[in-house]
């Protein structure tokens, strides 16, 4: 389950790349990690708007409250049908790099993923204003690459011309952009 991403852009720089209103975010570029605040891509009313928002959505009540969620997998799931059901909660996570821990337990190891051809990518994203302004990114099944760090799961990653898709399509149709990122197109770094 990817808990670390980088997005090495500044706000200006973002907000250009996605065709979007910068609005106050002060975004420098950094690391983002659960309980960080990083900016998400949101439809609004004449263009898209950039907002900061914290990584990981409160739980459902019989989930321990220290917890926040980071990632969705299960998109049946009664905790998430109807965010994912309603466009205007569905986001676009803008990303560099993401991190998984892979390798024997013990001498576990950094692995990072990146798109050579996309400097900056987005994952596919829902935000939630229910306790706290926040986030979580969508899951699938990994790809090759991606499965030799984690066997269970990588980030749902967009194309660029899939991200009006995902922010504005009907759910049926924009589930079908839950897959596995084609694998030939991605790098990674083992570190550590």
């Not at 500044?10 to 106050?24: E, M, P, R, T, Y």
Request: aromatic share 12%; with cysteine; glycine share 6%.
């Amino acid at each position: 389950m990817c808990n670390l991403y980088r997005l090495d852009a500044a706000a200006h720089a973002i907000a250009h790349l996605f065709d979007a209103d910068q609005g106050s975010d002060p975004w420098p570029g950094d690391y983002v990690a659960p309980g960080k605040f990083a900016p998400v891509i949101v439809s609004g009313k004449e263009r898209k708007r950039m907002v900061p928002r914290l990584w990981g959505v409160p739980p459902p009540p019989n989930v321990p409250q220290s917890r926040f969620i980071t990632n969705v997998r299960n998109l049946e799931s009664p905790f998430w049908i109807g965010t994912l059901r309603h466009t205007e909660f569905r986001c676009l996570v803008p990303v560099t790099s993401f991190m998984e821990w892979g390798g024997a337990k013990g001498s576990r190891k950094q692995h990072w993923f990146a798109l050579p051809s996309q400097p900056v990518f987005a994952f596919a994203g829902i935000w939630r204003d229910s306790e706290i302004a926040s986030f979580a990114f969508l899951t699938c099944d990994p790809n090759g690459l991606t499965k030799a760090a984690n066997p269970k799961a990588m980030p749902v990653i967009l194309r660029p011309e899939d991200h009006d898709r995902w922010l504005t399509a009907d759910w049926k149709d924009a589930q079908a952009l839950v897959q596995p990122y084609d694998e030939g197109e991605m790098i990674t770094r083992v570190l550590g």
